[in-house]
């Protein structure tokens, strides 16, 4: 039983806590960590009786979207790399089950995520303070462009991207720990934190993070119950900051606020989708799901394909820089309804719970801790901007992190219902 302790649960709990680090030193230790946790969590489920996590409507249709993804592979020009990426995609679904499953074994799990968030987000806060000041951070990063951060991530431009998706996971994770604590001094910590972190995602010049940023703020200000206040002022502090950065160093306002206009309207005469790079990757992708309608072209096979759908020399990428264009141009409808038919789902939802709220109805369904946790995967499925490829590793870490957190949630509200996990709602 020891034994079992330690492998089945403590190694996958401390991978879990450590992956908002790992993702801070690149795809590798964070894809490994996932892995591993996905691993131990099969063979811990052929040892014990674990049928309930996998007998639920959430896996049952992870399932058979990852079945799409091998039909769309195995229908590919290039088979063998498509599937690269969509076998084993299996992974991050069972990574959730055992995110859950830890949970439930042990919630001291989500404190001690909340203070390795809450650390990461400190170094990243003074490193990139650090960095914009002085002209390089810690280790020798110098600004991007001499004057966009990045920190710890060097050339790699998702400073912002980190902070604003983890943002509301850590806010959820402070609403559950204080809720116990009641702790003066987390409270200035988490302050500081919160406002400090939002000026950063400005200073790092990354425009869909500071859009996400709004979303989600705006998202939880109006859902919430108890925090609304706080997270309300935090909010106006942070914008007040950021017109402050606005006005110091103007190159940051350049490129979030005049760059952003000046690409909706390259030329006069025409108005471009977020720019013209992006709009006619839209075009190339959307003439590829013409022709592949049902499975699209195979799993990270724009790349390959967009060269066949030329609209102009914008219009071939690694992928199409948006979710559902993605899907559509490589997983054909079948994949695109699953992701799209989820984001529909969660916001038919939260909009249910926004309108009892107007209403002043008793009804609550999901509490503010769920709401946090929720908004974080509201941003991931966001449609109507552009967006990372859905099948890079790093970024499929970040979309699945808080899924597992909310299986539990949902789950432990009502433990009869287990088949009928989600769809009680």
Same mark, same amino acid.
């Given at each position: 039983m020891i034994n079992q302790k330690i492998y089945f649960e403590d190694i996958p709990k401390y991978l879990i806590i450590f992956i908002p680090f790992f993702l801070i030193t690149g795809p590798f230790l964070s894809d490994l960590a996932v892995s591993v946790v996905a691993l131990i969590f099969l063979i811990n489920s052929y040892f014990n009786d674990l049928k309930k996590f996998y007998n639920n409507i959430y896996f049952k249709l992870f399932i058979l979207f990852w079945i799409i993804l091998i039909i769309s592979s195995l229908l590919s020009e290039n088979i063998f790399i498509s599937l690269k990426s969509s076998f084993f995609y299996f992974r991050f679904g069972i990574f959730t089950l055992c995110f859950w499953y830890l949970?439930?074994?042990?919630?001291? *799990?989500?404190?001690?995520?909340?203070?390795?968030?809450?650390?990461?987000?400190?170094?990243?806060?003074? $490193?990139?303070?650090?960095?914009?000041?002085?002209?390089?951070? +810690?280790?020798?990063?110098?600004?991007?462009?001499?004057?966009?951060?990045?920190?710890?991530? @060097?050339? !790699?431009?998702?400073? @912002?991207?980190?902070?604003?998706?983890?943002?509301?996971?850590?806010?959820?994770?402070?609403i559950y720990v204080d809720k116990k604590k009641k702790s003066k001094k987390l409270l200035f910590l988490i302050t500081s934190i919160f406002i400090l972190s939002e000026g950063l995602i400005f200073l790092s010049g990354e425009r869909l993070a500071l859009f996400f940023m709004n979303l989600s703020a705006i998202f939880i200000i109006? %859902?919430?119950?108890?925090?609304?206040?706080?997270?309300?002022?935090?909010?106006?502090?942070? =914008?007040?900051?950021?017109?402050? =950065? #606005?006005?110091?160093?103007?190159?940051?306002?350049?490129?979030?606020?005049?760059?952003? &206009?000046?690409?909706?309207? /390259?030329? #006069?005469?025409?108005?471009?989708?977020?720019?013209?790079?992006?709009? $006619?990757?839209?075009?190339?992708?959307? /003439? %590829?799901?013409?022709?592949?309608?049902?499975?699209?072209?195979?799993?990270?096979?724009?790349?390959? !394909?967009?060269?066949?759908?030329?609209? #102009?020399?914008?219009?071939?990428?690694?992928?199409?820089?948006?979710?559902? *264009?993605?899907?559509? #141009?490589?997983?054909?409808?079948? @994949?695109? +309804?699953? +992701?799209?038919?989820?984001?529909?789902? +969660?916001?038919?939802?939260? =909009?249910?719970?926004?309108?009892?709220?107007?209403?002043?109805?008793?009804?609550?369904?999901?509490? $503010?801790?769920?709401?946090?946790?929720?908004?974080? &995967?509201?941003?991931?499925?966001?449609p109507f901007s552009p967006s990372g490829s859905f099948f890079n590793n790093w970024m499929s870490i970040i979309y699945f992190f808080p899924i597992g957190i909310l299986l539990w949630q949902i789950n432990l509200k009502n433990p009869q219902q287990t088949k009928n996990l989600i769809l009680k709602y």
């Open positions: 949970i439930e074994k042990n919630k001291k *799990i989500l404190d001690y995520l909340f203070f390795s968030i809450l650390f990461c987000f400190s170094i990243l806060i003074i $490193d990139g303070y650090i960095q914009y000041i002085f002209g390089q951070n +810690i280790f020798g990063f110098e600004l991007y462009n001499k004057f966009r951060v990045s920190s710890f991530f @060097g050339s !790699e431009l998702i400073l @912002g991207s980190y902070l604003c998706r983890f943002f509301p996971i850590l806010f959820g994770l402070f109006l %859902m919430i119950k108890n925090y609304r206040k706080y997270r309300f002022w935090t909010y106006i502090i942070s =914008l007040f900051l950021i017109f402050i =950065l #606005s006005n110091l160093y103007p190159n940051s306002k350049e490129r979030l606020i005049d760059q952003t &206009i000046n690409d909706f309207t /390259r030329n #006069s005469d025409k108005l471009y989708i977020f720019s013209k790079p992006h709009n $006619d990757m839209y075009i190339a992708g959307y /003439r %590829m799901f013409l022709d592949h309608k049902l499975f699209g072209v195979g799993v990270r096979q724009f790349r390959n !394909e967009c060269q066949n759908y030329p609209v #102009s020399e914008y219009s071939c990428s690694s992928h199409p820089h948006n979710t559902y *264009i993605e899907l559509l #141009s490589e997983t054909g409808i079948f @994949g695109f +309804i699953f +992701i799209f038919a989820l984001f529909i789902i +969660i916001t038919y939802l939260t =909009l249910r719970q926004f309108i009892s709220k107007f209403f002043k109805s008793k009804v609550e369904y999901f509490n $503010d801790f769920e709401l946090c946790v929720i908004s974080a &995967i509201l941003i991931s499925l966001w």
